[in-house]
């Protein structure tokens, strides 16, 4: 099991790859045959040279993810609550999710599911 | 499918239950045969007879919910982040926790998940 120290540090190293544009900071925490399922319900992303796909994609968005609340870890999991805000032809929106993250016993993260849906992604000023 | 405002409203009730110490409340959002596992990782609570027993012994404790952030609604769950506060013997404590609900297509809850760990648990002031 990894430990809670090194799941904390992950979930802060995904928020940052992100706030430094860094795609493969992001891929090294996953595990080569992670699953990746955003939105909850979509087609998951399998393997490392799809999830890397996947957050180009998102990268080319030029997404900013912020904290919204403390990390919650437990077992084998890392939980938090954080929101997206991303700027589009039509203005600029702010999606609230959750991720859960479970890792194995690498401490990679085997599987990555994020919580959102439409009711969650408004425009704003 | 449940509705996005039948689950959202779910989650609601499940706060307004616990303000209202009402178990009854709470217990009827669940399927007859949902499972609770709180947190993750400790065995699961199978049932609603035993789900009941869950909720008095957490009733008992005289625990405050408080929703922190919006109810991030997709497909068939509901996830949420709030804080509980409560009083023991040694003073007062804050958990931060996320629960992930999912629903059967009765709109009852069919799986409960509760992301907290020891870390989450905060003596406060």
Chains 1, 2 share one sequence.
Do not use: C
């Not at 045959?33 to 087609?43: C, I, K, L, Q």
């Not at 912020?66 to 890392?78: F, H, N, Q, S, W």
């Not at 890792?103 to 990679?108: A, E, V």
Request: no cysteine; aromatic share 10%.
């Amino acid at each position: 099991m990894p430990t809670h120290e090194h799941m904390l540090a992950t979930a802060n190293s995904y928020i940052d790859g992100f706030a430094q544009h860094n795609v493969a900071a992001i891929i090294e925490l996953f595990a080569d045959n992670a699953t990746v399922e955003d939105p909850v319900g979509s087609t998951q992303v399998t393997g490392q040279a799809a999830i890397r796909n996947f957050y180009e994609h998102a990268m080319s968005m030029r997404l900013t993810l912020t904290l919204e609340g403390p990390v919650r870890i437990v077992a084998d999991y890392a939980a938090f609550p954080f929101s997206i805000h991303l700027t589009t032809s039509n203005g600029k929106r702010r999606i609230d999710a959750i991720d859960i993250f479970r890792f194995n016993k690498d401490g990679k993260i085997i599987e990555m599911r994020a919580f959102w849906g439409p009711q969650n992604n408004h425009q704003i000023k």
